[in-house]
């Protein structure tokens, strides 16, 4: 078994709310050694029917706002704190963000990532165990134990936000920036992805 498939779940049945809403099971997406993780909440309509994650309207702002930074979805990994779509859409239920967390560990703990970047309330206050006002705290980066292991994670608004409320545009952007400056990201070639001419 190749080492992309260890990250891949193929067969859960721990949610059973989750096994009768998803019509698949959604896998984070990107290199293995990427250097940002981004984590969200959960598939939406649109994760659960094409199996990738944020591929929907929240997708195409977090690709834009990538672009913005000088990076591209291929550079970074995506992943999402469940796997399975929730029915008709709502925050996954404490019970299967438990169930479905050694998943999401064992993909920090291969990635070894130098920023885990948040999307959102869920993501936040899942990995580091507390509330999160996430307008407020975008942009903070916080070390955090997981599954033992120090990391650092910086908040992000969810890239939906954006869509209802036009002034966390500039909190969306401005938090992948920093992240983008963390991983090294040289932007001075004008927000193309630092991959471009290899
Ligand atoms: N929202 C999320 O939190 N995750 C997705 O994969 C898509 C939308």
Redesign the pocket.
């Known amino acids: 078994m190749g080492e992309m498939e260890d990250l891949c779940v193929t067969d859960c049945t721990r949610c059973p709310a989750l096994v009768d809403s998803r019509s698949r099971i ?1 896998n984070g997406t990107g290199p293995e050694d990427a250097d940002l993780l981004f ?6 309509a ?2 659960d029917e094409q199996g ?8 195409t702002v977090l690709d834009d706002g990538l672009r913005d930074v000088g990076l591209a979805r291929g550079d970074v990994r ?4 469940v796997r399975c779509r929730p029915p008709e859409n709502r925050d996954p239920k404490k019970d299967e963000l438990a169930n479905c967390r050694g998943y999401l560990e064992r993909e920090i703990d291969r990635l070894d990532p130098d920023v885990i970047v948040t ?2 309330k ?2 936040s206050e899942h990995l580091l165990e507390r509330s999160v006002a996430v307008t407020k705290e975008a942009g903070t980066l916080e070390d955090v134990r997981i599954g033992g292991t120090p990391r650092r994670l910086l908040i992000c608004v ?3 936000a954006t869509l209802y409320d036009r002034s966390q545009e500039e909190t969306f952007e401005n938090a992948l920036q920093r992240a983008a400056e963390l991983a090294g990201v040289d932007d001075s070639e004008g927000g193309q992805s630092r991959l471009d001419g290899f």
Do not use: D, M, Q, W
Not at 78 to 81: A, D
């Open positions: 959604v984590v969200g909440e959960g598939p939406g649109k994760e990738e994650p944020f591929v929907g309207r929240s997708g995506i992943s999402n704190c999307l959102g869920v993501p969810h890239p939906a």
